[in-house]
């Protein structure tokens, strides 16, 4: 987006038409020629698409797409006709709601318009929204691997790389803005939103997501920042539900990946999280919405409501008497825009506006923001048309290169948690295998590889008949053709599902236990199938009880270990299970988290080894299924140094950050550039890396710190920098990451965020347990209080030092 102008318009054009002026004169030059009724009717939205959102044919069982979706869809919705009458801020959803073909997506999109434009005194268009978390949600779109899979790959470059080309999809239908991405951090593994989040820790969640909103909007497509905040944090892991969290916590864990990816990324948009942070909802919080994100932060991009979280502030958390008085909460705490439909800031708004009970400069400030994006989107220009906002030649949403780019970040994705007796199942030594059974709910259904953003599970599931529209190859048959291998015959594969993913029937264990007795080696398929509201095991409004695996798929897995056959156990799911059970007795162990509709291709790869997998722990592997929730941000009380104290052990099966490879590396020569540093100072740490082994392979180098005395309990180490390294064999290469003092601040006992003198340790290693290399480093100085122009960021850097190595730095 860009504010620049060109040369003065002819004379025909309305004054905030003019470009040679600059955006913010064009903005008030509009405002002033609007009424109180049109500077609202910018702040509401259209959900057309829900209105032809009927299930097809009507069954009362079908999920919805948003909370509580049928209920406002009958609760005083008007056409979009009557709600762009005094215009029209945001249309919602208009390729996304309903299986559209290209053309039948061009042609909506067009007739919305007009109606809007009709319907505008001041022929102001509206600008267009949909969601985008797994690609461009809508028919026939490319479906990328979940957010919680960009996070396995530790690979901020491949990310913006995705989010580029989603965003170019985007443009290329006419859409202005994406509801992604999701800068909640992880902090109860059983809410079922884990697979949206990438994943646990603050540092590389800001960093992928920050990444996510450069590739997005260099398209010009606005990135939206949710669920602000702290929606990840409810009790219990409940969606939606109430957080219990302190407001150091909420500074120093939930917030900076929002800050981060405001100042680093320049996002355009944030929208409200529907949960209360200690009994304030953020939707009516001007401390969240306006005192921190405006006020200390600089924010000058639009807050949109999640959908219905403006009448919610009544109907839910009943700190409102009605839908009007909620919006005049909504818009005092600083939302500007309401999604999906104009509820709360209508009509009623508007009679406390003409009354002077709610100030028309509320209005203005919100007005001009929506306006000002507008004007740098180019709606509000002379020449823009609805037809002339759709690149119909571009319009490949499903094109070889969004595919190939969906299997790489997939390929990326898998972790090998342990390669046990069995993998690879191809390579030097190894027998050729004659029979494979392969088993389990997520062998041959392809929608256990997609979230639940994704359009099939999304809203194929209300328009049963449309397939999928798109081609997702399943992990059996991406496995056959795996392992077909050159020679004549190849392997015999045979499939048996076992079970259902959810659901008590284990009719069809017998023929699965039958399947693995006759076979050399079973592979075991099972996970999420990713829904919502209850209709799936994973995704929003599908949360998890504990961390066991969903339906009858324990059983499963333990009727298949008793057979003697060889098990390979591949997890495919949206949250970490535990796995406790089966991994000393599984031959092999594999997570794959929803790796997209290129998902098998990958997986097949790094089960026989032509793919020698990277990826890393983003979240951590339980043991155990209770005692949640669990990460790796612990101080000495809620970690493994509190063994004894308690009869749990919070101790994980596989830890934050932990990935095997085909290939050894080694992770050596730690250099501090200053033992010694004032609290305004910065060090560079250094270690080298080398590939030992005996094939390509990727390593993430990973940066802790751990602030040895505080005046609040801390963390016993934090990510702070990492890299992922490609190297061939024998090859290294040092990295060094410069580290600010301002890395090291926290929130004092008074709320101050301050950086303090004292001991720092310096741990450098490939996972947050394995850390070989260790310094200390000492601050001095004067407590120095910091804000938000202090270091949000550890820039890293990689030097070949022996062969060739490709960085990927975070």
């Not at 939103?193 to 920050?210: K, Q």
């Not at 090859?731 to 301002?742: E, I, L, P, S």
Request: hydrophobic share 45%; with cysteine; charged share 20%.
């Amino acid at each position: 987006m860009t504010t620049s102008v060109s040369a003065a318009a002819g004379p025909a054009v309305r004054p905030w038409q003019n470009t040679a002026l600059t955006a913010g004169e064009r903005v008030e030059l509009l405002l002033a020629a609007m009424t109180p009724a049109e500077k609202l009717g910018q702040l509401g939205s259209r959900w057309a698409g829900n209105d032809m959102g009927v299930p097809e044919p009507p069954d009362p069982d079908a999920p919805n797409v948003a909370p509580m979706q049928e209920v406002f869809a009958a609760s005083g919705t008007v056409s979009l006709e009557e709600a762009a009458r005094d215009g029209l801020g945001h249309l919602t959803r208009v390729w996304g709601s309903v299986p559209l073909t290209a053309d039948e997506g061009v042609a909506e999109l067009v007739r919305q318009h007009r109606v809007v434009l009709a319907g505008s005194r001041l022929g102001i268009p509206a600008l267009v929204h949909e969601e985008c978390l797994t690609g461009f949600t809508t028919f026939g779109a490319t479906v990328y691997p979940a957010a919680i899979a960009w996070g396995a790959t530790f690979d901020p470059a491949l990310i913006e790389r995705m989010a580029a080309a989603i965003g170019r999809d985007m443009a290329a239908a006419g859409v202005h803005q994406g509801l992604s991405p999701v800068l909640d951090v992880v902090r109860d593994y059983r809410w079922g939103r884990v697979e949206e989040s990438i994943g646990e820790d603050p540092h590389l969640v800001a960093t992928l997501g920050s990444a996510y909103v450069r590739g997005l909007q260099s398209a010009d497509v606005i990135a939206t920042l949710k669920h602000f905040a702290g929606y990840s944090a409810s009790r219990t892991g409940r969606n939606h539900g109430p957080v219990s969290m302190g407001r150091r916590e909420l500074l120093d864990v939930i917030l900076p990946t929002f800050e981060t990816a405001i100042a680093t990324a320049a996002a355009g948009s944030v929208m409200n999280s529907y949960s209360d942070v200690d009994g304030v909802p953020a939707g009516a919080d001007p401390w969240l919405l306006t005192t921190v994100l405006r006020d200390d932060w600089g924010f000058a991009g639009t807050v949109v409501s999640d959908y219905w979280a403006v009448p919610f502030l009544a109907w839910m958390h009943r700190v409102a008497t009605d839908q009007d008085a909620a919006g005049a909460l909504a818009l005092a705490a600083g939302i500007d825009v309401e999604l999906p439909d104009t509820f709360g800031f209508g009509a009623g708004l508007l009679e406390r506006v003409r009354s002077g009970q709610v100030a028309e400069e509320l209005l203005d400030r919100a007005a001009r923001r929506l306006l000002l994006q507008k004007v740098q989107l180019g709606l509000l220009d002379a020449d823009w048309t609805p037809e002339g906002s759709v690149d119909r030649a571009a319009l490949d949403l499903d094109s070889a290169a969004n595919r190939a780019l969906a299997g790489e970040l997939a390929e990326r994705s898998v972790i090998l948690l342990d390669a046990g007796s069995a993998l690879p199942l191809r390579g030097a030594g190894r027998p050729a295998l004659q029979r494979v059974a392969v088993v389990g709910p997520c062998a041959a259904d392809p929608r256990t590889f997609m979230g639940c953003y994704a359009f099939p599970n999304h809203v194929l599931p209300r328009h049963p008949g449309h397939g999928l529209g798109v081609t997702v190859p399943t992990a059996v048959e991406a496995l056959e053709r795996e392992l077909a291998g050159p020679e004549p015959g190849g392997t015999d594969v045979a499939y048996e599902p076992g079970c259902a993913v959810l659901g008590d029937d284990r009719s069809g264990i017998a023929a699965a236990v039958a399947a693995a007795s006759a076979a050399e080696l079973c592979v075991a398929f099972v996970g999420d199938l990713s829904g919502l509201f209850g209709h799936g095991s994973s995704g929003e409004g599908c949360d998890a009880e504990d961390l066991r695996l969903p339906g009858v798929q324990a059983e499963l897995l333990e009727a298949l270990l008793a057979t003697g056959t060889p098990t390979v156990v591949v997890v495919v799911s949206g949250r970490p299970y535990a796995l406790g059970s089966v991994a000393d007795r599984a031959a092999g162990l594999v997570q794959a988290f929803l790796p997209g509709q290129e998902g098998g291709a990958a997986i097949a790869g790094v089960l026989s080894g032509r793919i020698v997998p990277g990826g890393k722990l983003p979240v951590q592997i339980p043991r155990h299924p209770g005692g949640q929730p669990g990460t790796y941000l612990q101080p000495a009380l809620g970690g493994v140094e509190s063994a004894g104290i308690s009869s749990l052990d919070p101790a994980p099966l596989f830890p934050f950050g932990f990935g095997g490879s085909y290939t050894t590396f080694t992770v050596d020569d730690l250099r501090i550039s200053a033992a010694e540093i004032p609290t305004d100072g910065e060090f560079t740490a250094t270690v080298r890396v080398r590939n030992t082994g005996s094939r390509t392979g990727d390593e993430v180098v990973q940066l802790y710190l751990h602030d040895v005395l505080a005046q609040v309990a801390r963390p016993l180490k934090l990510l702070t920098g990492f890299a992922r390294v490609t190297l061939e064999p024998g090859a290294g290469a040092d990295v060094a990451f410069r580290v600010h003092a301002d890395r090291t601040a926290y929130t004092g006992p008074d709320l101050r965020r301050i950086v303090e003198p004292g001991e720092l340790e310096v741990l450098v290693g490939t996972s947050s347990t394995d850390l070989p290399c260790r310094a200390t480093v000492q601050v001095t100085g004067e407590v120095r209080a910091v804000g938000h122009d202090r270091e949000l960021v550890t820039p890293v850097a990689v030097t070949p030092v022996a062969g060739g190595a490709e960085p990927k730095d975070g």
